[in-house]
């Protein structure tokens, strides 16, 4: 932003001398100029060589407040004449006009001497390092009209504003508080920017009053309320940027009466309600960006009458309808981002584009054919939408294309495939997304042409079988994901000198690999090859990777400590292999950066090395399922951020590791099926598992009580409600879900993703004694509670009738006695029940999901009595319901599979897995299930 250039002596820039009469002023009474120069002219003598000396004196006084490294200031001292510093401009009366030392890394405070020298007129101080407050002497002088002081580090409140001040710009400081109402006393400002800063509260409706106000940027901060209408009436404004703030309610109709703006950026805000059609107004209006509100309705017509829109930006809002013809109106428009919204229809196209995005909405039927008849578009975003048909043919000619975003669409000819000759007249060809189209890519083997400048090609399930010849002839290749597709044997010779300094991405997972030769590139970040045939020794990563997968294939021998070079490593999933031989002991402390090392399912033998150091950033552990023995490493403690810890099926012989109970951020402990002995030990500190949520020591040797203090400190698995906001565990710089396998409902399961509400304890086959504490009702977002072959005895605590997400309860194979609490009939989830073989007695409670369970649940406890036994209740016993019908019973079964199978199986299992997870899962309830099942593979196909 230009400062205007011109002359601005106004009679006003004296009021200040005379604080009477701008208190005149403020009441109400009306400022007489020809008074205020008359009173001017007499105050002030002629200047004088004692007024040179004051001069003198202010700037020094500056100097002497602030560092200068890189001695800008040098020249600044008495033996100089101050008009001849660098930095200051004097007026032809030898008085400092202006100081002007942007960007001259300067430290320090600023004085607020220099507000009082009598004709300063310009104040630069932009990008250093100023700190402290602004002083509020600003406002006294009466000649100021234009301060930067932005890019630097001023804390406190907006300083008062001179009323001659025509340009402020306080952005990107760290200024704090509420915009007071006394901005409205800035009338002669022309730009006012206060952007980048911490500013608080409304926008004051006295803004009204800076009637000359053109450009207004008060971005990027803590800004909140209604946007006032008061500024529709502010006639002169050009540029209103007021994105990045937390303005709510809707956008006022007013803006509508700026009949001279030219930007309109309201962006990433909490706007509501519909796009107001008094914008159809604004005729000079370039800019629109209204991106991230939650703006709702269809577009309103009157905005294709904005004939000088250039850009065009409504993304992320709830927008609806179609996209109408209209859209050609908007002649010189070059970017229209429509992304994330709920659009059904592009009904026109509009030619001059450069930039058209349209991805993430319902938009369905063909793409337009004349998408690119002037030839200037250069970025297409389609993706996620439900498009069909084939891609028109005319995107051929459009030579200036360079990104083409087709992904999760239904494209595709009447035999469901792309041919990709179809882009070959592309010469700019940049970026090409066509996955997960659910049809054939194919490029005929004959065909010669190359994409040289190609750098994104993402062609997963696209039922390829090779490796695209074309990429032989491009030569910048960064990011390449062939995943899902039907490639087999090895990567050809050719790829392997492709992008070896500039590939960094490549997803070659879910393909039929068998071998891989070697790795070569030497820029690669993320390589996942994981779910192949690969067979072997584990190859070595580049030296570069931080992503490494390679978790089911068939890799066999053992795992060099040559991966421990590999020092930026941060996920290293080798799971599901047939490696062996011992953990190198470097893979506890090679890298600070590592979070995941998951080495399960394989058949690592000996200990585990206990290296982990202060150093550790593991966040997921998992060794499961290999031949692991001694002791858990006491240095695992050392991992503060653990949040997964599996190091079930091995042969672990040790008593609990109590230590692991200070680890903060510790959500899964899995340790079933090892040889854990001894008593549970009570908690050493008041805070225990605090974050705990899936605790499986299953299968162990471990004996005697509940130590109170656990079942109590495990907050974890309180009050997790589930507001549709529930996300998986998982790392955040990659894809990268967490999983684990558990005991549910009897069947061993992979949870392919772990939703972070997802809660449960399995402490089966151990010889664990006493009374079950009834606080386990405390836990109430528990899913599953598995107590079963125990030597539990005591009743049934009433308080787990309060477990009102339970999912699945056994009890089983305890000593349990007394009655089944009637209570246990309110868990409407409950899909699984074993309360076999104790000792209770009395009625079965009834009704809801009681009438599902079958006798299976409660055999071996011979004083019940009640439906579905044939045994009987005596007269205040229970009555056995009425046999329930076929759709009741599927509509329990619904409820609740829905709630776990659906929200857990289909979206948290994912689709594309092994569907025997569903299966299993589902098996459980014979015959009846059966549709639950289709309707799951269904969802996922
Ligand atoms: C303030 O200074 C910065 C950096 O020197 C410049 O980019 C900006 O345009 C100036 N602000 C005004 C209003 O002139
Ligand atoms: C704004 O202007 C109105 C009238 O023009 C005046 O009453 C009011 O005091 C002014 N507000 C401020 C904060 O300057
Ligand atoms: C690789 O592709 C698969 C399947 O398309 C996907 O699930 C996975 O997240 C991708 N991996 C990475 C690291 O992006
Ligand atoms: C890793 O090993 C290679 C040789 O195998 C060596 O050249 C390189 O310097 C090592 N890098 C690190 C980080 O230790
Ligand atoms: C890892 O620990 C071992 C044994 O304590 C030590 O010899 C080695 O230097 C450590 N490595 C690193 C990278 O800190």
């Known amino acids: ?35 205020f120069m008359l009173a001017l002219s007499l105050l002030l003598p002629p200047f004088s060589l004692s007024q040179g000396d004051h001069e003198l004196g202010l700037l020094l006084s500056f100097k002497s407040s602030v560092n200068d490294p890189l001695g800008f200031l040098s020249n600044w001292n008495s033996s100089v004449p101050f008009c001849m510093w660098q930095g200051i401009t004097c007026n032809s009366f030898s008085h ?19 507000f009082h020298l009598p004709s300063i007129e310009i104040i630069n101080l932009s990008i250093n390092w100023l700190s402290g407050e602004i002083p509020n002497d600003m406002a006294s002088s009466p000649s100021l009209r234009y301060l930067n002081l932005s890019n630097n580090n001023f804390i406190g409140p907006i300083p008062n504003c001179s009323v001659s001040l025509e340009s402020l710009d306080l952005s990107n400081n760290m200024i704090s508080g509420e915009i007071s109402a006394e901005i409205g006393l800035c009338w002669s400002l022309k730009t006012l920017d206060l952007g980048g800063n911490y500013l608080v509260g409304k926008i004051p409706t006295s803004i009204s009053n800076i009637s000359s106000l053109q450009f207004l940027t008060l971005a990027s901060n803590d800004l909140s309320g209604q946007i006032p209408s008061e500024i529709g009436r502010l006639k002169s404004l050009n540029w209103i940027y007021i994105g990045r703030n937390h303005f709510s309610g809707k956008i006022p109709e007013e803006i509508g009466n700026l009949v001279s703006l030219n930007h309109l950026d309201l962006a990433w805000n909490n706007l509501s309600g519909q796009i107001p059609s008094s914008l159809g107004n604004l005729s000079d209006l370039h800019y629109l960006y209204l991106w991230g509100n939650k703006l709702t309705g269809w577009l309103p017509t009157p905005l294709f009458r904005l004939k000088m829109l250039t850009e065009l930006d409504l993304g992320g809002n ?12 908007l002649q010189n428009l070059k970017l229209l981002q429509l992304m994330l919204n709920s659009f059904t229809d592009y009904l026109g196209t509009q030619s001059d584009l450069t930039i058209l995005d349209l991805s993430m909405n319902n938009l369905s039927g063909k793409i337009p054919d004349e998408l690119c008849h002037s030839g200037h578009l250069v970025i297409l975003g389609l993706f996620s939408n439900s498009l069909q048909g084939q891609i028109p043919r005319s995107l051929n000619t459009c030579k200036s294309l360079e990104d083409i975003h087709l992904r999760q669409n239904r494209l595709g000819n009447d035999e469901g495939i792309v041919e990709l000759d179809m882009f070959s007249n592309l010469p700019n060809l940049r970026f090409l997304d066509l996955s997960y189209n659910g049809v054939s890519v194919s490029s005929s083997i004959n065909s010669s042409y190359t994409w040289p400048n190609l750098q994104y090609l993402s062609l997963a399930s696209c039922s390829l079988k090779e490796f695209p010849r074309f990429l032989k002839g491009s030569k910048h290749l960064m990011s390449l994901d062939l995943s899902d597709n039907k490639i087999h044997g090895q990567i050809p010779k050719w790829m392997l000198n492709k992008g070896l300094d500039t590939l960094s991405y490549l997803n070659l997972s879910h393909n039929f690999l068998t071998h891989i030769e070697r790795l070569p590139w030497e820029n690669m970040k993320t390589l996942d090859l994981h779910s192949n045939f690969i067979q072997g020794a584990l190859p070595v990563p580049p030296l570069t990777v931080s992503f490494f997968s390679i978790s089911n294939n068939s890799l066999v021998g053992e795992l060099s400590s040559l991966i421990c070079n590999r020092t930026s490593l941060e996920i290293l999933d080798l799971s599901y292999n047939n490696l062996n031989g011992t953990i190198p002991p470097c893979l506890g402390n090679f890298s600070k950066r ?5 080495l399960r399912m394989n058949r690592f033998q000996g200990t585990i090395p206990d290296t982990f150091d202060k150093k550790c950033g593991l966040n997921n552990i998992n060794f499961n399922g290999n031949e692991l023995e001694g002791s858990i ?13 599996d190091l079930g099926n091995n042969k672990i012989k040790d008593t609990f590791p109590r230590w692991l109970e200070t680890l903060p951020e510790m959500q899964v402990l899995v340790l079933r099926s090892n040889k854990l002995h001894s008593f549970l030990p009570s908690p050493m500190v008041n805070h225990s598992f605090p974050e705990l949520r899936i605790l ?23 009050n997790l409600d589930d507001q549709g906001t529930s996300s998986y565990m998982g790392t955040r710089n990659f894809s990268y879900h967490y999983s684990v396998s558990l005991t549910i409902k009897g069947f061993e399961i992979k949870l392919e993703k772990i939703l972070t509400i997802f809660t449960s304890i399995d402490l089966s086959n151990n010889m664990f004694v006493g009374e079950i504490s009834s606080f386990v009702g405390q836990h109430n977002s528990l899913r599953g509670l598995n107590l079963s072959h125990n030597s539990f005895s005591g009743q049934i605590p009433e308080s787990i009738g309060n477990l009102t997400q339970l999912e699945w309860l056994d009890l089983s194979s305890n000593k349990l006695n007394g009655q089944i609490p009637h209570k246990l009939a309110d ?11 104790n000792r209770l007695t009395g009625p079965i409670p009834q009704g809801r999901q009681f009438n ?29 319901p009425p046999p329930s019908s076929i759709f009741k019973e599927a509509h329990d079964e619904l409820q609740t599979v829905t709630s776990f199978v659906l929200k857990g199986a289909l979206i948290g299992y994912g689709c594309g897995l092994p569907v025997g997870v569903v299966i299993g899962y589902v098996a459980v309830k014979t015959g009846r299930a059966k549709w639950l099942l289709k309707l799951a593979q269904g969802k996922c196909h």
């Not at 009679?11 to 002023?25: G, I, Q, V």
């Not at 499986?696 to 309180?718: C, F, R, T």
Request: overall charge negative; charged content about 15%; hydrophobic content about 40%.
């Open 852 to 880: 599902t369970f079958e006798n299976a649940s409660y055999h071996g406890n011979i004083g019940l009595c009640g439906f579905p036994l044939s045994r009987g209740c005596n007269a205040d016993g229970g009555q056995a």
């Open 318 to 329: 709830h927008l609806s309808g179609e996209i109408p013809q209209l859209i050609i109106e």
């Open 696 to 718: 499986d020591l299953a299968n162990n040797d471990l004996a005697g009580p509940l130590p109170k203090g656990y079942v109590e400190n495990m907050k974890g698995m309180w």
């Open 96 to 114: 400092v006009k202006a100081i002007e030392l942007a960007h001259k890394n300067i430290t320090g405070t600023i004085s607020s001497s220099i």
């Open 633 to 645: 490493p006491p240095s695992l403690v050392h991992c503060r951020n653990m949040q997964v810890l």
């Open 594 to 598: 590592l979070s995941v090392l998951d």
């Open 827 to 837: 868990l409407t989830f409950l899909a699984f029940l074993n309360l076999s073989d």
């Open 1 to 35: 932003m230009e400062f205007p250039n011109q002359a601005i002596p106004t009679p006003c820039t004296a009021h200040n001398l005379f604080p009477d009469m701008e208190k005149m002023r403020k009441k109400g009474g009306k400022s007489n100029p020809v008074l």
